[in-house]
């Protein structure tokens, strides 16, 4: 079984706060679409949150998402990432996804998980020669993943590992297209 780990523990500092309960055009929450996308493309999908964050963990829980609360989630992505990971211990692989992201497609996001399946190692989404998330991670690479912290996220398990990691060429432009402020809700709003 490979797991969705999507990430929205952020304190979304550069948007102002509150960055996943803003709508997107169609009237839907950033956090939501994000998890919707997620939950169309693979069976076992779990959220991270931070612990203080009661409008978050409300949104999640009407949509009745597995969320898990990262109480170390201030220190950075590293270690939200981790919290995932060690939640979904027993996985095969995680597909690990960013909740700032709600316009990677579906069928991308199984793309990614099929090649992992297939091929393990790391899976990252290419658009042309620019690199996007989600990005999949096997089994192999548990321990690395468990001992993240700080806020560089997995960078340096791809960095430690060049060869292990398959890049995956798809014609998805939600790869790249993630909402850190105000300014990028617009543009994307704008289409």
């Known amino acids: 079984m490979i797991s969705g780990i999507l990430l929205a ?3 979304a500092r550069r948007f102002g706060g ?5 709508l997107l ?19 076992r999908v779990v959220v991270v949150i931070r612990p203080e964050d009661h409008a978050i ?3 999640y829980a009407e949509a009745r998402a597995q969320t898990i609360v990262c109480t170390d989630a201030d220190r950075g992505m590293g270690h939200s990432l981790a919290a995932g990971v060690a939640h ?12 700032d992201m709600p ?11 099929t090649t992992l399946s297939e091929q393990g190692g790391i899976v990252v989404p290419y658009l042309g020669a620019e690199r ?3 990005v999949a991670f096997s089994q192999g690479f548990r321990e690395e993943l468990l001992g ?25 432009p939600g790869i790249i297209q993630d909402i850190d402020t105000p300014a990028d809700l617009q543009r994307l709003s704008r289409g």
Do not use: C, F, Y
């Not at 509150?18 to 803003?22: D, F, M, S, V």
């Not at 497609?105 to 998980?113: E, F, G, L, V």
């Not at 993240?148 to 998805?172: F, I, K, T, W, Y």
């Open 9 to 11: 523990a952020g304190a």
């Open 18 to 22: 509150g960055k996943l309960l803003h």
């Open 25 to 43: 055009p169609d009237g839907t929450p950033i956090g939501l679409a994000s998890l919707r996308n997620l939950e169309a493309a693979l069976a």
């Open 57 to 59: 963990a409300r949104l």
């Open 88 to 99: 979904e211990a027993q996985a095969r692989g995680w597909v690990v996804a960013l909740a």
């Open 103 to 113: 316009n990677v497609m579906p069928s991308t996001i199984r793309a990614i998980a």
């Open 132 to 134: 996007g998330h989600p």
């Open 148 to 172: 993240l912290h700080g806020d560089s996220g997995a960078r340096s398990v791809l960095q430690a590992h060049p060869g292990e990691v398959h890049r995956l060429q798809v014609d998805d």
